[in-house]
């Protein structure tokens, strides 16, 4: 995990009043189509119409007070990072990932080629970062710009401070790639980073790639990270749990509408 400090001061910002609730979205890319895409097409087979592959991410920030050894601009080390929604290695869809942090630190622009996707500092402020990721050029040639405020410290401010909880701020997205190539769906189709769609009948394919050796996807995995049990952990059951808790509170208000309704008419 890689580690780095600045000393300069950067501008500390009022605190985030929104709260730690993660966030949840969709969103859908789609590879241009201009000449360089009529080459792509040819080397890796047509695009599959009408098909989406769905990539779930997370991203945000863990951030550990330092105790007694903070100082004035060194009061939290913190980590930002994107991961699998249930920490699977991204690899296999994004390149590279492009954290923009504010001007006052050293090389402000860090660039991590290789899973982890993620970025180490310490610091006293918090500030907005921008996570650019760039995804394989079988996958998509547009890169997504994700953007996170940095946070410090807990939402209760009257509290005091830990050094053993750390304030998790994360956000879940959903990546929609549109018109995979044959190729493409081949290499991720049995990725547990990857949700593929149910095929419709007759659509042949070229088989499913293998996944690499299992001591290759170990020195890559994230599944084992040392933060892992201050993740929030995301699951799409737990998305429809809540959806359907929510359309049966919607039934049962319109229901208590119509009653009400019903016996004013009687009444008058």
């Known amino acids: 995990m890689p580690q780095s400090s600045s000393t300069k001061k950067h501008v500390q910002e009022p605190p985030d009043v929104t709260g730690p609730n993660p966030k949840s979205q969709r969103t859908k890319m789609v590879k241009s189509s201009d000449d360089s895409d ?3 097409v040819q080397n890796t087979g047509k695009k599959l119409k009408e098909l989406e592959v769905g990539v779930p991410i997370v991203y945000g920030n863990i951030a550990f007070w330092l105790g007694k050894k903070a100082s004035e601009f060194q009061s939290h080390k913190w980590t930002v990072y ?3 929604a249930t920490n699977e290695d991204l690899s296999v869809v994004v390149k590279r990932v492009v954290f923009q942090l504010h001007s006052s630190f050293n090389n ?4 991590v080629d290789g899973p982890p996707f993620e970025l180490s500092e310490c610091g006293w402020g918090e500030f907005e970062i921008v996570i650019t990721l760039h995804f ?4 998509c040639d547009k890169p997504l710009h994700l953007y996170h405020h940095l946070k410090l410290y807990p939402e209760d401010e009257s509290g005091p401070l830990s050094t053993k909880k750390p304030v998790v701020v994360e956000s879940y997205d959903e990546i929609v790639l549109a018109e995979p190539s044959e190729a493409f769906f081949a ?3 049995n990725h547990p980073a990857v949700s ?3 095929l419709p009948p007759g659509l ?4 499913p790639v293998p996944i690499e050796d299992v001591d290759r996807r170990k020195r890559s995995d994230s599944k084992d990270h040392p933060l892992s049990q201050w993740f929030t952990n995301f699951s799409e059951a737990d998305e429809l749990l809540k959806l359907t808790a929510a359309r049966q509170q919607s039934v049962a208000q319109v229901c208590n509408i ?3 309704t019903m016996n004013f008419g009687v009444v008058c």
């Open 38 to 40: 009529k080459k792509f």
């Open 82 to 84: 994107v991961r699998g």
């Open 108 to 111: 402000p622009t860090r660039v």
């Open 136 to 139: 394989h050029t079988d996958v």
């Open 187 to 189: 290499r991720v189709q």
């Open 196 to 198: 593929v769609p149910r």
């Open 204 to 207: 042949n394919l070229p088989p």
């Open 258 to 260: 119509k009653q009400e």
